[in-house]
């Protein structure tokens, strides 16, 4: 770990599984934490998740190694009565502990926050949950894709007129809402610094989403009139909308109404100007079925490549929709650290993306491998000052299973 990062020194149990939680403990990795991964001996299920479809298919782990980077690994087998030590000497060395093990469960293995926060005064007890601590669905279990997509109404919203809601990208709700635990967890060590005590923070997906919607979400709360969804071909403003050029590529144009003239201009069409049908936003809009079908002709006339330097020459915002295997070649990400190295993991697995945040003149730590399961815990148990004879017994328990008894 480097010595001079923000969060060197910082310890953090991270007993959360699949992503959000283990996300945003990825984060404080980034700036040098020192993180320690809890799994059960049959391993986070998410060590498995690039084998379910629609998962893109790799020999390679690739997920596992983006949301568990930089940790050291621990199995621990926490229904075991020999286990409990383990948890309460793992709570009084850190500083942050991450759960989003489901309240049922947790009541029984004794992981809520009265359970641990005894031990350690000062701990940050980080819970990300699917739908909230209250409320009638506070048990439930939730994905990103239940919980952040379609029970915040997102996935209601991100659609076309006459097509069925879609399953939106993997993950895509689960990194928001690490980022949301994460700044619950940096503002609990803020106020842990003015204040010398520790705290419970949480969010759950339902918020996250809820978040993300929230412009939405907020005209619903204010009674507002909702457009039907969208229609590529009569949008509620065509200067807002998805184009194709010839090449086959679609991209989309931002513009404000300040920007029309540009826009009739840098595509050739300065004739638009003077016709009365698309005078002004509101007249554009009440004949926007008509100013859709003029712009797609014009877009499918020419290459991505020559709306391009128009539209850079015109300052008009605009982005080309790309799939990832394009994404991944954009000079940006590397120029912007987004795409990073990554030692250790093997075979096609040479870079991971990086955490979102960045601190000019501060230095992330170099991302390496996410460990194999249980791959620290004898070092683990030594640094927590169990003896080699406790050890002993902790494996022969099956509390902590030896290297030989590791899932594959």
Not at 15 to 31: E, M, N, R
Request: proline content about 8%.
């Amino acid at each position: 770990m480097a010595s001079d990062n923000i969060f060197s020194g910082l310890k953090v149990v991270d007993l959360a599984s699949f992503i959000a939680g283990p996300g945003a403990a990825v984060i404080l990795s980034d700036f040098g934490a020192d993180v320690i991964k809890v799994e059960a001996p049959t391993g986070d299920t998410w060590r498995i998740g690039y084998k379910i479809p629609p998962q893109p298919r790799a020999k390679d782990n690739y997920p596992w190694h983006l949301n568990n980077r930089n940790k050291r690994g621990l199995a621990l087998d926490l229904k075991s009565p020999e286990a409990r030590e383990v948890l309460q000497r793992l709570v009084e060395w850190a500083d942050v502990l991450i759960v989003n093990t489901p309240h049922p469960a947790r009541e029984k293995l004794k992981l809520g926050y009265d359970d641990v926060a005894q031990w350690n005064p000062r701990l940050i007890y980080a819970d990300v949950t699917g739908y909230g601590d209250n409320g009638p669905d506070a048990q439930l279990p939730g994905f990103d894709i239940t919980a952040y997509w379609a029970r915040s109404g997102l996935l209601s919203l991100t659609r076309d007129a006459g097509a069925p809601p879609t399953l939106p990208v993997a993950g895509s709700g689960d990194h928001a809402t690490a980022v949301s635990l994460y700044s619950a967890i940096v503002t609990a060590l803020y106020r842990r610094e003015h204040t010398g005590k520790g705290s419970y923070v949480t969010t759950s997906l339902l918020a996250a989403g809820v978040w993300a919607s929230a412009v939405s979400t907020q005209a619903a709360l204010a009674e507002a009139t909702f457009f039907p969804l969208h229609d590529r071909a009569n949008p509620p403003n065509p200067t807002f909308n998805v184009y194709r050029a010839n090449d086959d590529t679609w991209f989309v144009i931002v513009l404000t109404p300040d920007k029309w003239t540009a826009l009739a201009n840098g595509i050739g069409r300065p004739d638009l100007l003077t016709d009365d049908r698309f005078a002004d936003p509101a007249k554009q809009a009440a004949n926007s079925m008509q100013l859709t079908a003029i712009l797609d002709q014009t877009f499918a006339s020419q290459p991505m490549a020559h709306w391009h330097e128009v539209f850079e020459q015109a300052h008009l915002t605009f982005g080309v929709v790309q799939p990832p295997s394009e994404v991944i070649k954009d000079p940006q990400l590397r120029a912007n650290d987004i795409v990073v190295p990554l030692e250790g993991a093997g075979g096609n697995l040479e870079f991971t993306i990086s955490s979102p945040l960045q601190v000019h003149g501060v230095a992330k730590v170099p991302a390496t491998r996410a460990p194999e399961l249980g791959e620290h815990s004898e070092e683990i148990l030594k640094q927590l000052g169990f003896s080699a004879n406790a050890i002993g017994g902790l494996h022969s328990s099956g509390a902590v299973p030896k290297p030989k008894d590791r899932a594959a």
